[in-house]
């Protein structure tokens, strides 16, 4: 399973950040979990100023995550479900969804929790998404990554 080995990430201090939180509109029943519980990891960590922008897909998580950390947020969480198909779509999304995703966290200097599964089938993204019955709850773990990195950058000198 994809979740052994995970840390246990505890985030308390996040009530003076602003976030934005992207997400896309596919596979509806995964997406609503996923943004539950990246709205649970949130407000665990305190965390209550909360920008969400809508995207249609997982390929327009980047472009969403760059306008967001332009307008100031200190954490971005990105959202999205990309399900293998016939074709080599699944590969190009994945691909373009990873390296927008890291571009924009690298450049910017604004941590973005990746929530964005890349499944082979509807069950692996359900047993993800953090629904009843669930093994995993990836919008709660990216919430809380995203956060955690949030507060640690914040306490490092910017380079001169």
Not at 109 to 136: I, K, Y
Request: include cysteine; charge should be negative; glycine fraction near 14%.
């Amino acid at each position: 399973m994809s979740g052994e080995g995970a840390p246990t990430i505890t985030v308390e201090g996040g009530s003076q950040l602003r976030v934005g939180l992207a997400h896309a509109g596919w596979h509806e029943q995964v997406m609503n979990g996923l943004l539950d519980g990246a709205r649970r990891g949130l407000a665990d960590a305190g965390v209550k100023d909360v920008v969400e922008v809508a995207v249609p897909g997982s390929f327009e998580l980047p472009v969403a995550a760059a306008r967001l950390a332009a307008a100031g947020v200190d954490a971005v969480i990105a959202l999205g479900v990309v399900i293998r198909g016939g074709t080599p779509h699944f590969d190009y999304v994945c691909e373009a969804a990873t390296n927008g995703l890291t571009d924009v966290s690298v450049r910017t200097g604004v941590p973005v929790g990746f929530g964005v599964l890349t499944c082979d089938d509807e069950r692996q993204a359900l047993d993800r998404a953090g629904l009843p019955g669930s093994r995993e709850d990836k919008g709660h773990e990216a919430a809380t990554a995203a956060v955690a990195a949030a507060l640690v950058l914040k306490n490092l000198p910017l380079p001169v």
